[in-house]
């Protein structure tokens, strides 16, 4: 019984430690917000993606804030959500491709 014990201890500390998830935050640039309302709709689209913990929404500079678990989205997720919420986006600094 002994062996079976140390045999499921090795066993455990062999397996691969999952990778630690990392909080990220990235700035979307949203242009197509033209009215104040504008904000609400992606602000939902963007809380919506599992993974994300905060959404802030600037209707004056036209981008939206996003914190998120690196480990259960990225910026593609994010910008696909506001794009089938009807507002294209792109990471801020990034050329549209």
């Known amino acids: 019984m002994n062996s079976i014990k140390k045999l499921s201890i090795s066993l455990l ?3 691969p430690l999952p990778v630690l998830a ?3 935050t990235v700035t979307l640039d949203v242009p197509s917000m033209t ?3 504008c904000p609400i709709t992606v602000k939902k689209a963007l809380s919506a993606v599992p993974g994300v913990s905060r959404t802030d929404v600037i209707f004056a500079k036209r981008e939206a804030i996003v914190t998120y678990d690196d480990a259960k989205t990225n910026v593609a997720a994010l910008t696909k959500a506001t794009l089938d919420a ?7 600094g990034q050329e549209k491709k």
């Open 13 to 15: 500390l062999a397996l």
């Open 35 to 37: 009215c104040p309302v």
């Open 86 to 92: 009807g507002y294209p986006s792109t990471e801020k």
């Open 22 to 24: 990392e909080t990220k």
